[in-house]
């Protein structure tokens, strides 16, 4: 929500209302960097690798969006929302407001289930429908939805049809 501050000046023996309205900056801060042995993601086992070495010993399911250039290489890892033991919230907002920032052309998103089980849920399979669509709009396609377990399983949306 934007505070607008209401100020009254003297202009030319009239009193005038102005507002004090803030200014923004975006900033992008990197957290940590982790080894990754190729940045060209060429199929749904590059991506599982790279994010199951991003969350390996959680114990909560993590949504992460990995953000491709033109040529599918990575740009960032990004942790979008950070959940329960067997569920994680996520809007395409959150996915999609990192980018537009770093100019993303596409997006693999991807979570874990810490049980172990990698078939989606009802819950998996709509937000899946619904940040499809909103990468739509925006000119930003979501190239795959990877579930990933602890001991390197995976499932992939793309290759089931489901993205």
Request: glycine letters at 6%.
């Amino acid at each position: 929500m934007i505070e607008l501050n209401l100020q009254k000046t003297k202009q030319n023996g009239r009193t005038r209302r102005t507002y004090e309205t803030p200014v923004y900056r975006v900033a992008l801060v990197e957290e940590r960097t982790i080894a990754v042995p190729k940045k060209k993601i060429c199929s749904p086992e590059d991506a599982a690798r790279i994010v199951g070495e991003f969350l390996r010993g959680v114990d909560r399911e993590h949504f992460v969006g990995l953000y491709l250039d033109s040529a599918n290489q990575l740009i960032c890892i990004h942790p979008v929302s950070v959940g329960t033991l067997n569920a994680s919230l996520v809007h395409p907002r959150e996915v999609f407001k990192l980018a537009c920032i770093v100019s993303a052309a596409a997006v693999i998103v991807a979570h874990n289930h810490p049980s172990g089980n990698a078939e989606p849920s009802r819950e998996d399979i709509s937000v899946t429908k619904q940040l499809v669509e909103a990468g739509k709009i925006l000119d930003i396609p979501i190239h795959d939805h990877l579930i990933v377990t602890e001991h390197n399983g995976f499932m992939s949306f793309a290759e089931r049809g489901l993205t």
